[in-house]
């Protein structure tokens, strides 16, 4: 995507983290896992330990009387120099820890394929995103509420969640208690290093008459504005959901098991009553069943990919697409792997000039190379500070460019990278195994990302009845034609505000999209040549009614069609949220561990009465 120090693991060295390979059942021998796996039953078998499912594993597991398994593709929970450093964001795609994703090359992309990073490993892609957290606006979730008619997901109500994930350590807030927790696991706040030219940025947007937002969380007032985006970091280290939520004394917790490097191969049914989890263990087929207990489930938390198709291989789905890959029918579910939604984002960019400021770089590289400096290294060794602590993109803002008067909520999102990027289309760069040149010349950037598209038709197909075959992605982004016009729009205004006096001054030549690129036809052609994610896929196992066609769980996060089943992901996400949609997941988590806790209860409740009416 960008030109970030793509060397800092040879500059900083490995930090060890404690784990716990007794609880980390990846750490052992397969033989033993095995033993150890199918010698239980639980009362929880969660798919996937990613956002969602970390949380899960943390909360349903608090109860010491509730057994707990945990069945991850990836590694265990990443200790690598790369995941904790802001800045090495980008040094994580294509590497053990993504899934390495692709769509299927389509014309409203200029026939083009886009790369998608998922994160593999306890985590998932909290440990491979850039950690911006934004959580939409509360009509985003009132609009979650209305799909599923059910007033518990209103923005009112999901606030409470968000709050108890979070451990603000923001200074620029408005105000803990209110919109922010302060006593929760995950770590947000604001980057603790802000780049000359980043400031000058926030001065352009003032000088092009935008407003300040200093809060994008607070939901009293509109999410428009411009200004300093808070993260997902604890002291300038990225605060993943693994290292917030399953920390050494969690996995130390002899009720929970959570075994890596596992692949599941179905889930298994009695009926329509799911029973078992079938998984592949290095060389080894194994099984993990439910408990007798009346409130046991499997939730699948495999994200909005891999959650569609592990139901798909499973035989919930699409009847006549389950029939092509001779996989028997337990539920014909046609919403399974439909509507999947993601942000897409275009770019411009220009080269600086020498007056730019010396350290305007994001990683302060060492001049002429793509290296980190030294210096800049050892800053944040000793200090967690300085520029290795920004994900470059953490500052820039929202605006709302609808010309229909209807229209409230914001429909882009700007993102300013005090660096220029290598290419306008960085994602499928990165994918392409590009490697930075020396004496690249340098300049800055603004990412235009549509944060509400209308664009809704994707989908996530298998491609065979093999577990281990990637599915076949199919991306819907800039599919209608009101997303290419906002695009055209977002484009005009980020050159807008690279041409105010606070960054004019700093700036030469325009190379993305080009000086010959101008016309509104031109933009929206560049656009569709060059669209990317902003990494933020959801939907595909969409939150609604039984009544709606394209529904897969219900208001309980349930599994239509089927009892002892849930999924719990960004896949459940009905529309796309106007933020970053990492903490909008760890909150459907918080949500979902509530549903299953109440169901524990009542259903505990309920054995109880019939043995006092015996």
């Known amino acids: 995507m960008l030109l970030l120090p793509w060397v800092v693991c040879a500059v900083v060295p490995p930090v060890r983290v404690s784990r716990a390979p007794t609880m980390v059942l990846g750490g052992l021998q397969g033989r033993r896992q095995k033993k150890r796996v199918e010698s239980k039953a639980y009362d929880y078998i969660i798919v996937g330990g990613g956002t969602a499912g970390c949380v899960l594993a943390n909360r349903l597991s608090a109860d010491p009387s509730k057994s ?58 909290s440990c491979t995103n ?19 008619d059910d007033a518990s997901w209103k923005g009112s109500a999901m606030l409470e969640y968000f709050k108890r994930a979070e451990k603000c350590l923001s200074t620029e807030n408005s105000g803990v208690g209110k919109w922010h927790g302060d006593d929760g696991p995950a770590a947000v706040s604001d980057v603790p290093y802000q780049n000359p030219l980043s400031k000058a940025f926030l001065e352009a947007t003032k000088e092009a008459g935008f407003s300040e937002n200093a809060d994008f969380n607070d939901w009293s007032r509109e999410q428009v504005g411009f200004g300093r985006f808070q993260v997902s970091q604890r002291r300038g280290v990225r605060e993943s959901a693994a290292s917030a939520y399953l920390g050494s004394k969690v996995r130390r ?12 191969t179905k889930i298994a049914f009695d009926g329509r009553e799911a029973k078992s989890v079938d998984f592949a263990l290095r060389d080894r087929n194994v099984t993990a069943a439910l408990s007798d207990n009346a409130a046991s489930e499997i939730i699948v938390t495999a994200g909005a990919i891999g959650s569609p198709q592990v139901l798909m291989l499973s035989g919930v789905g699409p009847a006549s697409e389950l029939a092509e890959h001779d996989i028997p029918v337990v539920v014909d579910l046609g919403g399974v792997g439909k509507n999947m939604q993601d942000h897409p984002a275009c770019l411009v ?39 290795l602590t920004s994900p470059g993109c953490d500052h820039g803002g929202f605006l709302r460019l609808s010309p229909d008067a209807s ?39 603004v990412q235009t990302i549509l944060a509400r598209p209308k664009s809704k038709d994707g989908t996530v197909t298998l491609a065979s009845n093999d577990p281990f075959q990637k599915p076949k992605i199919t991306g819907a982004y800039l599919s209608d034609q009101d997303d290419v016009d906002t695009m055209v729009a977002a484009l005009k205004r980020a050159r807008d505000i690279l041409a105010q006096p606070a960054l004019s001054k700093y700036a030469a030549d ?19 040549r060059t669209v990317h994610t902003a990494n933020a896929i959801v939907g595909t196992c969409k939150l609604g009614t039984p009544s709606d066609p394209l529904a897969v769980v219900d208001n309980q996060l349930k599994v239509i069609g089927t009892t002892c089943l849930r999924v719990c992901d960004s896949s459940i996400m009905p529309v796309l949220p106007g933020g970053q949609t990492g903490s909008s997941t760890i909150a459907i988590a918080e949500k979902a561990a509530d549903l299953l806790l109440n169901m524990e209860s009542s259903s505990s409740s309920s054995t109880k009465d019939q043995k006092v009416a015996a």
């Open 68 to 125: 707990v398994l945990v069945v991850e593709a990836g590694s265990a929970p990443p200790d690598n120099i790369l995941v904790k450093v802001p800045v090495a964001v980008l040094k994580l795609f294509r590497s053990k820890w993504d899934w390495d994703f692709a769509t299927e090359p389509a014309d409203h992309l200029d026939a083009r394929s886009l790369y998608l990073c998922r994160g593999k490993g306890l985590g998932g892609s």
């Open 510 to 528: 325009e190379e993305f999209p080009g000086p010959d690129v101008f016309t509104d036809d031109a933009l929206a052609a560049y656009a569709k």
């Open 407 to 445: 229209t409230h909520e914001s429909d882009v999102q700007l993102r300013f990278l005090a660096t220029k990027s290598i290419t306008p289309d960085g994602m499928s760069t990165i994918a392409n195994d590009y490697k930075a040149t020396r004496n690249h010349p340098d300049g800055f950037t």
């Open 253 to 264: 917790r002899p009720n929970l098991d959570i075994v890596t490097g596992a692949t599941v």
């Open 349 to 387: 960019s220009r080269y600086s000039t020498k007056d730019a400021p010396k350290s305007h770089s994001t990683s302060l590289r060492i001049p002429g190379t793509t290296a980190t400096n030294p210096v800049a290294a050892v800053r944040w060794l000793a200090r967690k500070d300085g520029p």
């Open 130 to 148: 850039v950690m911006l957290y934004t959580r939409g606006s509360e009509a985003d979730y009132d609009a979650w509420a209305a799909e599923c």
